[in-house]
């Protein structure tokens, strides 16, 4: 079957650099881990950066520093991954639904506004796939309201808004590093932040708490034992070996996006003459990522099965995540969401896909064109 996705490892890197930290007998939150913060802050433009276990954590971290609990409201597309609208709950605040822009399928800047209450805190806008949100207007909407950003950078990592690098817009970025992601460590998570405080707390929190990480009480050649717990933390910090993976896969991040860029492109120009596909859109102030390429098309799922008889695997993302029990049936008014989600089919697009197995995903789309009459 050709996948969905396929993490593409720069091997010749990792390896030998894996090696170096097993031999050390130092693989825990260490010094890689560290030397991987500060790379990914420079290369998002951002001043710090903290690396967390995965973007569910660096979410859930994220609303947790700002103070959002009981009673609180955080602003989500239900077009994302769960995890976008467990962030709140977990905090014990609740997850209210915006609607989506029909072409980016990104968040409704317009949408936002009209779901603001007195008891929203923060917005959490989702770069769908890799294509950047209208940031002007939600960074101008969050001001006028006194709310804090948080961008979902899960598809966005390597993506750009008006030269910006997705990630360093918001109060926040938290990024995935999962294994089907353009950055694919296994899995791993990063916040991005220019606010000091924010930095420091969340370096605590990721420690359950602690002042002072171990590696940090072992700087000097002498192991310190002491330190303080002063909040109530939690136990997502990352490691040396996902950090050793990390900079490594942080060196080709832009070329591998660049290849799924070509293939994406090759993809709108071949079904250019099928007019019953969808194509994504990128719009001018977007530099995509394309983490995936979804097309709408009619009889969707008809197609995925078809496709699937044809040796080729295909997704859905998503269906709309307020659908989902432990949301509690909340009403969600995302009548855009709605529509849209039935149509949404997720191709094949990962760096290493070959020209037969472009072809064979064109072609299992033109027959089934023929055999249904579109």
């Given at each position: 079957?050709?996948?969905?996705?396929?993490?593409?490892?720069?091997?010749?890197?990792?390896?030998?650099?894996?090696?170096?930290?097993?031999?050390?007998?130092?693989?825990?939150?260490?010094?890689?881990?560290?030397?991987?913060?500060?790379?990914?802050?420079?290369?998002?433009?951002?001043?710090?950066?903290?690396?967390?276990?995965?973007?569910?954590?660096?979410?859930?971290?994220?609303?947790?520093?700002?103070?959002?609990?009981?009673?609180?409201?955080?602003?989500?597309?239900?077009?994302?991954?769960?995890?976008?609208?467990l962030a709140p709950l977990y905090c014990g605040a609740r997850a209210v639904f915006a609607d989506i822009e029909e072409d980016t399928l990104c968040i409704d800047p317009a949408d936002i506004k009209r779901k603001i209450t007195g008891r929203t805190k923060a917005i959490i806008p989702v770069h769908f796939g890799g294509h950047a949100c209208r940031m002007d207007e939600?960074?101008?909407?969050?001001?006028?309201?006194?709310?804090?950003?948080?961008?979902?950078?899960?598809?966005?990592?390597?993506?750009?808004?008006?030269?910006?690098?997705?990630?360093?817009?918001?109060?926040?970025?938290?990024?995935?590093?999962?294994?089907?992601?353009?950055?694919?460590?296994?899995?791993?998570?990063?916040?991005?932040?220019?606010?000091?405080?924010?930095?420091?707390?969340?370096?605590?929190?990721?420690?359950?708490?602690?002042?002072?990480?171990?590696?940090?009480?072992?700087?000097?050649?002498?192991?310190?034992?002491?330190?303080?717990v002063d909040e109530l933390g939690f136990k997502c910090h990352m490691n040396d070996i996902t950090a050793v993976i990390g900079l490594a896969q942080l060196k080709v991040l832009e070329e591998h996006n660049e290849m799924r860029r070509q293939v994406a492109r090759r993809y709108t120009e071949a079904f250019a003459e099928l007019p019953w596909v969808s194509t994504p859109?990128?719009?001018?102030?977007?530099?995509?990522?394309?983490?995936?390429y979804v097309v709408k098309v009619p009889s969707r799922n008809e197609l995925n099965e078809f496709l699937r008889t044809r040796g080729i695997s295909t997704g859905v993302h998503y269906e709309p995540i307020h659908h989902y029990g432990v949301f509690k049936g909340d009403a969600a008014g995302v009548p855009v969401t709605e529509r849209v989600w039935e149509s949404l089919l997720t191709l094949p697009l990962f760096p290493d896909l070959t020209d037969a197995e472009f072809r064979q995903v064109i072609e299992g789309i033109r027959d089934f064109a023929r055999e249904a009459v579109l």
């Open positions: 079957m050709i996948p969905v996705f396929k993490p593409k490892m720069n091997k010749a890197e990792i390896l030998p650099e894996l090696e170096k930290i097993f031999d050390s007998g130092w693989i825990g939150l260490g010094p890689k881990t560290s030397e991987f913060e500060e790379k990914f802050a420079e290369f998002t433009g951002t001043k710090y950066a903290v690396a967390v276990n995965s973007a569910t954590a660096a979410l859930h971290l994220a609303v947790h520093a700002l103070g959002i609990g009981e009673n609180d409201e955080v602003i989500v597309p239900s077009m994302t991954f769960v995890s976008t609208g939600i960074m101008d909407i969050a001001a006028h309201h006194k709310l804090s950003v948080i961008e979902d950078t899960a598809h966005g990592c390597g993506g750009r808004y008006r030269g910006r690098m997705l990630g360093s817009i918001g109060l926040m970025g938290c990024f995935s590093f999962h294994a089907v992601k353009n950055l694919p460590t296994g899995d791993g998570g990063m916040i991005t932040t220019n606010d000091e405080g924010l930095y420091n707390r969340l370096r605590s929190l990721r420690w359950v708490g602690i002042n002072k990480d171990t590696w940090n009480r072992s700087s000097g050649g002498q192991y310190s034992w002491q330190y303080s859109v990128e719009k001018e102030y977007s530099r995509n990522a394309w983490h995936n």
